[in-house]
């Protein structure tokens, strides 16, 4: 158990649509992560947040945007859905930044339909 | 931007057989840190690596820094078929603001 918890662990929905997915972070992590991986592909770097601010952004669609709440919890929004965002969505954690490991939830899979 | 290359992408060994799989940045790294991902499962932290040269064990698993700190390698002795899944290297970009992940080398272990 990495001390990540992802919500929910499975999504199904249509084209068009808007879903959220949510992280809660392992205690004492300041930092989350959000990453896309595609069928068989690598991790696609999405977004990071430390302590509530945004710290730094890979290749996030405008469709896509997250937010960090004082909880320290994050939440991954992506609208206007497509068929090509079916995957899978991790969530991460670290003390602070890139230079400590990271811990990551079981993931979101999402199927668009 | 940072690019973070692994080879081979995929792996087929015998039980037994010795692993390796290789690491490759574009760019200088302060550190590198290896994941390893089972099948459905989520990645999980292996080690990290920071001085150069640096030569790391875990029990069957061996970890290298390259000199240049520029290139990474894990070789597993004697594969098991709980080491099968995918093993991602990765690396801060020069901000330090992002970890780059290589593509990952996807190891298949046959009985």
């Known amino acids: 158990d990495s001390g990540v918890t992802q919500t929910p662990k499975h999504l199904i929905t249509a084209t068009g649509q808007r879903v959220t ?8 992590d300041l930092s989350v992560y959000w990453y896309q991986q595609s069928l068989d592909q690598g991790l696609q770097f999405l977004i990071q947040y430390y302590n509530g601010e945004e710290r730094a952004k890979g290749n996030i669609l405008e469709r896509f945007s997250a937010q960090q709440f004082p909880d320290l919890h994050s939440e991954l929004n992506l ?13 991460a954690s670290s003390v602070s930044g890139v230079y400590q490991p990271q811990h990551f939830g079981d993931g979101t899979r999402l199927s668009i339909l | 931007g940072q690019q973070v290359m692994q080879i081979p992408q ?7 057989e ?15 840190q290896w994941y390893k991902q ?18 790391k064990k875990q029990k069957r698993l061996t ?9 990474s390698s894990l070789h597993i002795t004697a594969t098991q078929t709980t080491d099968v899944g995918t093993y991602f290297c990765a690396g801060p970009n020069n901000a330090g603001n992002m970890l780059t992940f290589g593509g990952g080398t996807r190891l298949m272990v046959k009985p």
Do not use: M, W
Request: aromatic share 12%.
């Open chain 1, 21 to 28: 997915l949510r992280c809660s972070p392992r205690s004492g």
């Open chain 2, 10 to 16: 995929y792996q087929h060994v015998q039980e037994g």
């Open chain 2, 18 to 32: 010795d692993f390796t799989t290789y690491c490759n940045s574009s760019t200088t790294l302060s550190n590198i």
């Open chain 2, 38 to 55: 089972r099948p459905g499962g989520h990645p999980v932290f292996l080690i990290q690596l920071v001085k150069s040269g640096e030569v």
């Open chain 2, 63 to 71: 970890f290298q820094f390259g000199e240049a700190k520029k290139n």
């Open chain 1, 79 to 91: 609208s206007s859905l497509e068929l090509g965002d079916s995957a899978l969505y991790f969530c």
